[in-house]
């Protein structure tokens, strides 16, 4: 395998150019368990670790390797390891608030082309999930596409599969089954070597399904769900990333229970448009869209001109924002005064030696 067919290129030349310099190797995660890797040089899998250099200097879980990140390490071939000394710039990445209740931010995957959202036409389908996916993609520069999968198993698979189209007018949205090939050729499309996909959704959706129906063979492992409520067991426990001929490399995540928005720096996903659209009507400007005299927004969703999904999904998703901005700020705040509390202590000491110095 070539660094090209693992989705080297240009841009990543020129960003690993001072690290060349220092004598280091490129390499991709293409897989991470805790803080111990997988990478492959292009020439052959081997064991990576941080420096521990890396481990000092990294301030968030975010900054560590992700699975699809290029990195700068040392390589010993004779004993299949190398040790990681520092990220090559990632270009995209995909990233949520992680899971409980500290606001933390977590990297699912890095420099990818296209993610595909899964979701399964059995009970897994979730019109809520997707504009909340599509939110939390918009402005990353990644591109977005819809899968439908298990068609076979929904005799209303066609007309989901429109209504999914309006809800979601700029993503293109596939109808497919894994299981039986249907619409599998319409996916390869989006895919082709050197570049990265990344497919998320819940667990039970079919992504691992998808994958292996794709490479011709089981490379991802995968469970049966439950016939009561569609749901599966997580069979992919760690993002693994997996070369498939024709179609470039793939990543697999495990299914997301919770998807927590990290941040929108303002933005809003497209779908979300004809809510802000609206608002520019509104008597005030600063208003919130729910009880206040002269709301263009309320009166447009009154009328049916907004669908009620979408507006349900922008208020639970702009709640959401100013929650975890909030956290985001007290963190930030509570890590200044740490830091000027921990200088104030360094100036003290250093006052104090000097005036010893004086005194002898």
């Known amino acids: 395998m070539t660094l090209e067919q693992l989705g080297w290129n240009s841009r990543f030349e020129e960003d690993f150019e001072p690290f060349r310099k220092d004598g280091l190797n490129p390499a991709r995660v293409i897989a991470e368990h805790r803080e111990r890797y997988i990478l492959h040089t292009g020439e052959a899998e081997i064991a990576g670790e941080v420096s521990g250099k890396f481990m000092f200097t990294a301030q968030t879980p975010s900054e560590y ?8 390490a040392s390589v010993f071939p004779e004993e299949s390891k190398a040790i990681i000394h520092s990220l090559v710039p990632r270009h995209t990445y995909f990233s949520r608030k992680a899971a409980g209740i500290k606001t933390v931010e977590q990297v699912m995957a890095s420099n990818i082309d296209t993610i595909f959202i899964v979701q399964g036409l059995d009970n897994n389908y979730n019109p809520m999930r997707l504009l909340r996916y599509a939110a939390s993609i918009e402005g990353t520069g990644i591109s977005p596409v819809v899968i439908l999968n298990k068609s076979d198993l929904n005799p209303d698979a066609s007309q989901i599969l ?4 309006e809800l979601l007018r700029s993503i293109p949205i596939l109808e497919i089954s894994a299981k039986t090939g ?6 390869k499309k989006y895919m082709s070597e050197g570049m990265t996909s990344v497919f998320v959704g819940s667990s039970g959706a079919g ?3 998808i994958i292996n129906s794709l490479a011709g063979r089981q490379v991802a492992q ?3 769900v439950r016939e009561d409520d569609s749901r599966g067991r997580h069979t992919t426990v760690a993002r693994q990333l997996y070369f498939i001929d024709n179609c470039g490399m793939v990543i697999d995540t495990p299914g997301i229970r919770e998807l927590q928005l990290w941040d929108d720096d303002g933005k809003s ?16 400007k600063d208003c919130l869209h ?14 049916g001109l907004i669908p009620p999904e979408i507006l349900k999904s922008y208020f639970k998703l702009k709640k959401e924002m100013e929650y975890t901005r909030s956290k985001v700020d007290e963190a930030a705040a509570l890590e200044r005064k740490q830091k000027e509390k921990k200088f104030g202590k360094y100036v003290k000491n250093v006052l104090k030696d ?7």
Not at 290 to 303: H, L, Q, S, T
């Open 65 to 72: 390797p992700k699975t699809g990140d290029w990195v700068a």
């Open 162 to 165: 429109e209504k999914t189209k």
């Open 182 to 187: 249907n619409h599998m050729s319409e996916l």
């Open 207 to 209: 992504k691992s399904t």
């Open 222 to 224: 995968t469970h049966e």
């Open 269 to 284: 996903s497209p779908e979300y448009d004809i809510v802000l659209m609206y608002a520019q009507n509104c008597r005030f």
């Open 290 to 303: 729910e009880n206040e005299p002269g709301c263009a927004v309320k009166e447009a969703a009154d009328k």
């Open 354 to 360: 000097i005036k010893e110095v004086k005194g002898r």
